[in-house]
């Protein structure tokens, strides 16, 4: 049974989806007038590694992320290089395809942009507008928000806790402070026509219809950061009541923040971190390996310390890995496509746990300790040490580890026995030239 943490019910729910064996997701993506930080970069692995859990489990997945391309702060980016809004969107798309690539993400089944979507989000915000639940002032389109009776069941806060303690920008145009932006009339960057006049959409309602855009009505699960819950997921959902009569989805799932040593990234703390820095410091793999040691609702704290330990464990573990595969090729056994059952399913019952990947990392230590002791042994058992191999490397793969399967060249078994040899006659010199030349190929 698989079970999810719904942030909308506050309760772990057990998983069904809205289709047998297939799984809706719609995970909101960066608004790209930078680049990526490293907070932007959980939820890239949070929801990939979620994704590859459901493979693994037999589902197909259907995974939707998108582009948010019109912004203010794209606009003044623009401006300030005296480009246009669309140069400067390409220029941090590229960049955070770049980052999902080094961290070796699954490829997404869309990638929608907001501009791409102008002419479905005015339909979806005129219905609201024709229903009673928007209206329109001097150009602008806003939400009522009181035209929708659970308003705040997303987000676990009614209209009144919003009213006692929330800062509410000041607006004589609307109807009430907590009623937000459909449609924002302009005269500056880029714009489009509507019936309201030329402006550009409010960020709340562009995900709302590129999720209708791309699915079938409700979706199984709508991810992100913690820090969209309020207003921005609940916001979507209120509209999808207004036009559609539900939420979206049936599980919203959301991932904690990063601290940097124990400090919340900022700009005035100057401890922004940008993800690109970090995967080119501490590579794909240990920056995943990192970010999933700690439970995606807990926060994470970037420290050089839990860092090296993270580093420590995982070469542990692909150590162990390429010991054996050597060892299996210097003996010429080729590899089966069976795995070791027991340590597999006990990995992927930790993920069913609202995807429990420090508890799965211990069943992946239990699984290296039996790896381990079973190349010590006079007499090995080949069989087993293939089934352990494979039930490994299958665990990183659902974590997105990439792994480099050794298997020798004859020119590289002939060095192995060259060096065993002058070991066993004890030519001690000759030997250490040769593990010279293994340690160059980083074989041993």
Known sequence: MIKLYNSKSLKLEEF???????????VCGPTVYNHAHIGNARPIIVFD??????????????????????????????????????????????????????????????????????????????????????????????????????YGSISNQSLDDLQAGARIEENDKKESPFDFTLWKKTKEGIMWDSPWGKGRPGWHTECVVMIEDNFDGMIDIHGGGVDLKFPHHENEAAQ??????????????????????????????????????????????????????????KELNFTDEAIETAKKELDKILLALKNARIKLSLNNVSLTNEKDEESYKNFL?????????????????????????????????????????NSIESMLYVLGIRYNKYDLSIEEKELFNKWNQAKSNKDFETADKYREKLIEKELI
Request: hydrophobic share 35%.
């Open 16 to 26: 069904k989806s809205i289709k047998p064996n297939e799984v809706s997701m719609y």
């Open 49 to 150: 590694t979620l994704r590859r859990f459901f493979e693994a489990e037999g589902y197909k997945v259907k995974f939707v992320s998108n582009y948010t391309d019109v912004d203010d702060k794209i606009i003044k980016k623009a401006l300030e290089e005296n480009i246009s809004e669309a140069d400067v969107s390409l220029r941090y798309i590229q960049a955070y395809e770049k980052v999902r690539e080094e961290l070796n993400t699954l490829e997404l089944d869309a990638k929608p942009k907001v501009t791409d979507t102008i002419d479905e989000i005015i339909e979806f915000i005129d219905k609201m507008v024709k229903s009673g639940n928007a209206y329109e002032v001097d150009g602008d389109v806003y939400f009522r928000v009181n035209s929708i009776e659970d």
């Open 240 to 297: 999808n009541m207004a036009v559609n009569h539900n939420h979206i989805a049936n599980y919203w799932i959301h991932n904690a923040m990063i601290n940097i040593d124990g400090n919340k990234m900022s700009k005035s703390l100057g401890n922004v971190t940008w993800a690109i820095d970090v995967i080119n410091k501490l590579g794909s793999n240990l920056t995943r390996w990192f970010i999933l040691s700690v439970h995606y609702r």
């Open 349 to 389: 019952n930790e993920l069913s746990d609202d995807l429990n990947t420090p508890n799965a990392y211990s069943v992946i230590y239990d699984t290296v300790k039996k790896l381990n002791n079973s190349t010590r042994l006079k007499e090995l058992d080949y069989n087993t040490i293939g089934k352990l191999i």
